[in-house]
């Protein structure tokens, strides 16, 4: 399907511009091979407390999330050490970008793009990944779900991009690597890109996104840019 013009994209952080896996990837000469297994059990809990928390009413901020899903994952693998769980949250606030990223953000952005960033992420994890990996400078906005207390696929989270930007649905480009993100987003109304990294199968969910794409560097020619 072709998309519509778009006035502004609106990325998805945890993921999409950045890498999750990067701080347990980082850990290596403490975890050694089972750095993989770590970094995928913590993202997986990660996301199941958000959705958890969010059905249940019992919000908590995504930094909280992220250390009581990481501490489920090193209990699980047995995983222990001085300083092991300080140094992955640690990392965490500081997240590798994926490698096109900023190019990608920088072309957009050339073209009068507005870009912003509307994530599960605690405003300060935010601030913090964003400079570490150069990319604040190149975001209008920051949005975080700790505005409406619930975590996405909530309808609140996605009408964010729409009240702080103040452009319309329909001229919004939301762009993400998680499926069941790209789904929210699409049945909110928003025109929708999933950056579907690890070729994996679309989600039986019945809002479909507007494009797939393999990384953020097919992202600008997807909007006819040079």
Known sequence: MALAPVRAAVFDAYGTLFDVASAAAEARGALGDRWQPLAELWRAKQLQYTWLRSLAGRHADFWQVTGDALDFALEALGLAG???????????????????????????????????????????????????????????????????????????????????????????LFVSSNGWDAFGAKAFGL????????????????????????????????????
């Open 82 to 172: 001085p300083g092991l769980r300080d140094g992955l949250m640690d990392a965490y606030r500081r997240l590798a970008a994926y490698p096109e990223a900023r190019d990608a953000l920088t072309r957009l952005r050339g073209a009068g793009v507005r870009l912003a960033v509307l994530s599960n992420g605690a405003p300060a994890m935010l601030a913090s990944a964003a400079e570490s990996a150069g990319l604040a400078g190149l975001l209008e906005q920051v949005l975080s779900v700790e505005d409406v207390g619930v975590y996405k696929p909530h309808p609140a989270v996605y009408r964010l991009a729409v009240d702080r930007l103040g452009v319309p649905a329909p001229e919004i």
């Open 191 to 226: 025109q929708v890109a999933w950056c579907n990294r690890a070729g994996q199968p679309a989600e039986r969910l019945p809002a479909a996104p507007d494009a797939e794409i393999r990384s953020l560097a097919e992202l600008p020619p997807l909007l006819g840019l040079p």
